[in-house]
C-alpha cells in the first residue's frame, strides 16, 4: 500500500511542479508565461482520456503490471521533460505524463480492495489520497525553491528519481494482482444508467468547480483582499495543505460509518468556509482559521467520493473510477475557467460566492438524488484465467 501511495504522490508531485516554474520555464524556452501555463492544461486534458482509455485496453493485464508500466513512463516523461530543448518537446512529455496520472487513479486508487481485508479497504486508500494531499502541499514550495537556486529542470529530475524509487518499491513488494473483470467502453457508458452512478459523477463534477474556481485564485485573494506578504502566503498555503492531509486521514474512520454522511457535512462547511472567506477579508486570524477548515473538509472530500463511486458499481469499480477521474480532469479545468470569468467581470470575492453556491448545488443533487434504491449493472465478462 505504501508504495502505490509514493506511487500517487510522485504523480501529483511531477503534475503541479511546473507551476512554481512557469516564470523561469517560460524565460527558458522564449514563450509567454500564458503558454508555458499550456502544460498544465494538456496534462489535465491527458488525463481525462487516459483514464477510460488505459482502463479499457489493460483489463486483461495483471494489475501490477500495468501499475510498474505507468510509473516508468512517469520517469520517462520527467526524464523527457528535463531534457527538452523545445517547448513542443515539453509539451509532448505533459502529455505522456497525463496518460499516467488519468491511467494510475483509474487503477490505483481502488486497488486498496485487492490488496487488504475488506474491513480496512477505506483506511487503506486514505493512505494511497494521501500522497495527493502531500504533494499539493510540497509541489509548489518545492518548484519556487528549485528555481530560485538551480536551472528549472531540476525539479523534473527529481520527479524522475522519486517514480524511480516508487517503480522499485513496487517491483519488490507488490504481490500478482490478477484482472478480475473485462472492462470495455460500452461498459463505461453502461456505468450511466446507474443513478447512483451517475449522481455520483454529477456530484463530483460540482464538488471540483466548485473547489478550483475559488483555490485557483486563494492566493490573489490573500493578496488584494487580506493584504498579506507572500511569506505569509506561503504559510497559510502550507497550513491547507497540511490540514487536507488530516481530513484524509480522518475521512477514512468516518467514511467507515456513514459515506452519506460524512460527504454531507464536508460539502457544507466547504461552502461555508468559501463564502465566509470575502467577508472575514479584514482579520487576518480568521482567514486562517477557515482556510484551515477548508483544507481539512477538502482532504475528505475526494475520498468520499471515490467511496461512493466505489460502491455504486461494484461489480466494475475500475470502470466506475476510471469516469470518476475523468470527470475530475474535466472539472479542474471548467472550474479553473469559471472562476477566471468570475474574477475578471465581478471580483474575487463574487468568484469565492458563487463557488460555495455551486458547492451546495452539489450537495443538493446528492441528497435528493443519492437516495434512490440502487440498479445493478450486469456483471462485466470475467477476463481469461481470472479468478
Keep these: 500500500m505504501l508504495s502505490v501511495a509514493l506511487g500517487s504522490f510522485v504523480l501529483v508531485l511531477s503534475e503541479f511542479l511546473p507551476i512554481g516554474l512557469l516564470p523561469a520555464i517560460a524565460a527558458d524556452l522564449h514563450v509567454t508565461v500564458g503558454t508555458a501555463g499550456l502544460m498544465v492544461v494538456v496534462t489535465a486534458v491527458l488525463g481525462a482520456i487516459g483514464a477510460p482509455v488505459v482502463t479499457v485496453f489493460t483489463s486483461r493485464v495483471d494489475r501490477r503490471v500495468v501499475l510498474w508500466v505507468l510509473i516508468a513512463l512517469l520517469v520517462v516523461a520527467d526524464v523527457l521533460g528535463a531534457a527538452a530543448p523545445t517547448f513542443g518537446l515539453l509539451l509532448g512529455a505533459r502529455m505522456l505524463l497525463g496518460l499516467c496520472i488519468g491511467g494510475f487513479w483509474a487503477l490505483g486508487s481502488g486497488i486498496a480492495s485487492r490488496l487488504v481485508r475488506e474491513s480496512a479497504v477505506i ?12 504533494a499539493t502541499v510540497v509541489s509548489l514550495p518545492l518548484g519556487a525553491f528549485v528555481s530560485s537556486v538551480a536551472t528549472w529542470r531540476l525539479a523534473f529530475l527529481i520527479g524522475a528519481v522519486l517514480g524511480l524509487v516508487a517503480l522499485v518499491l513496487q517491483l519488490a513488494l507488490l504481490p ?13 457508458g453502461e456505468l450511466l444508467r446507474i443513478p447512483r452512478a451517475r449522481i455520483g459523477l454529477i456530484a463530483t463534477a460540482l464538488a471540483f468547480v466548485a473547489q478550483f474556481s475559488a483555490y485557483t485564485y486563494v492566493a490573489p485573494y490573500l493578496q488584494q483582499l487580506v493584504r498579506i ?8 498555503l502550507l497550513a491547507f495543505g497540511v490540514a487536507g492531509i488530516a481530513g484524509n486521514f480522518t475521512a477514512g474512520v468516518a ?5 452519506t454522511g460524512t460527504l454531507a457535512v464536508t460539502k457544507v462547511v466547504l461552502a461555508l468556509a468559501v463564502v465566509a472567506l470575502p467577508l472575514l477579508a479584514w482579520s487576518l486570524p480568521g482567514v486562517l482559521v477557515l482556510l484551515v477548515v477548508w483544507g481539512f473538509v477538502w482532504g475528505a472530500l475526494p ?26 480532469q474535466v472539472a479542474i479545468s471548467i472550474g479553473s475557467v469559471v472562476g477566471g470569468l468570475g474574477v475578471g467581470r465581478f471580483g474575487i470575492a463574487f468568484d469565492f460566492f458563487l463557488a460555495g453556491g455551486i458547492a451546495l448545488v452539489s450537495l443538493l443533487v446528492l441528497l435528493s438524488f443519492g437516495r434512490r434504491p ?14
Design 229 to 236: 506578504s507572500p511569506t505569509t502566503i506561503t504559510i497559510a
Design 176 to 188: 500478482r494482482i490478477p484482472a478480475l473483470n473485462r472492462v470495455r467502453f460500452a461498459t463505461l
Design 255 to 259: 467514511l467507515g460509518r456513514s459515506v
Design 374 to 387: 440502487q440498479q445493478a449493472l450486469p456483471a462485466a465478462s470475467p477476463a481469461p484465467g481470472a479468478c
Design 303 to 328: 475520498l468520499g467520493l471515490q467511496t461512493w463511486m466505489s460502491q455504486a458499481a461494484p461489480a466494475v469499480s475500475e470502470g466506475s473510477l476510471a469516469l470518476f477521474v475523468s470527470t475530475i
Design 123 to 134: 483506511r487503506a486508500t486514505s493512505f494511497i489520497t494521501a500522497g495527493v494531499s502531500v
